[in-house]
């Protein structure tokens, strides 16, 4: 599986814009770039996910590099609801490939 | 907006019984997943299933473990015999297509074998 490399952690203000990156330089040209987050005690979330071009939805935004080989998932303006860890997976578009392989992701704490 | 629904949240079991971990995926989702989270570990991939069969399984999906989807809208999955190194959060997770979807995932079954 391809692999991403996060921050271990990061932090935030409330009503601040965050800026979480992943580096995937190993990317595939067929692989997507999904995010995930996991509250405390909860399931994964779905964030967002896209293949080249940026992307935009009503939880986050997905900024991804030319070369593809890192992306960047924004929060506009965090809330304390968003403190979490945050996970950037590639997910490839072939037979075995559809499972999602996490890693250790990012832990975003939210100050107020 | 359409849920994954896993039952129950949380199950207690003696050692070497058997248990049965219950999944309702959304409705119109195809794909079917179950993954499991060790206490202070990663999430990790148990077994996808698609077409009314197993298309892939990890190494941790022994033959302990089976998965089935027994009337159109249930997804289980079974342990037969519990170890405690079962003890895991278990999650269900549907996507609605193979290639440009984004994972919806249920809340958890908490699993402790005492």
């Known amino acids: 599986d391809a692999k991403t490399t996060q921050p271990n952690s990061m932090e935030s203000n409330e009503e601040e814009p965050v800026h979480l990156p992943c580096n995937h330089s190993?990317?595939?040209?067929?692989?997507?770039i999904h995010w995930y987050r996991q509250l405390p005690s909860q399931g994964p979330e779905y964030v967002i996910h896209?293949?080249?071009s940026n992307v935009n939805n009503r939880m986050a935004s997905l900024a991804i590099a030319e070369d593809r080989k890192s992306s960047t998932l924004i929060l506009h303006r965090a809330t304390l609801r968003d403190a979490a860890v945050y996970y950037c997976?590639?997910?490839?578009?072939?037979?075995?490939?559809?499972?999602?392989?996490f890693g250790k992701g990012t832990l975003l704490t939210v100050n107020p | 907006e359409p849920e994954v629904t896993q039952t129950p949240s949380h199950q207690v079991t003696q050692m070497g019984q058997e248990v049965i971990l219950r999944c309702v995926p959304i409705?119109?989702?195809?794909?079917f997943y179950w993954y499991r989270q060790i206490l202070g570990q990663k999430v990790e991939f148990l077994v996808s299933f698609y077409n009314n069969e197993i298309s892939e399984k990890s190494e941790i999906f022994d033959d302990q473990f089976s998965v089935e989807r027994p009337d159109g809208s249930n997804f289980t999955l079974k342990i037969r015999s519990t170890k405690l190194e079962d003890s895991a959060m278990y999650f269900c997770?549907?996507?609605?297509?193979?290639?440009?979807?984004?994972?919806?995932f249920g809340s958890g079954t908490r699993l402790t074998v005492v």
């Open positions: 997976i590639l997910r490839g578009s072939g037979g075995s490939n559809y499972k999602l392989t």
């Open positions: 409705s119109n989702h195809l794909y």
């Open positions: 997770a549907s996507i609605q297509g193979a290639l440009n979807y984004g994972y919806t």
């Open positions: 190993t990317i595939s040209g067929t692989d997507y």
């Open positions: 896209g293949l080249t």
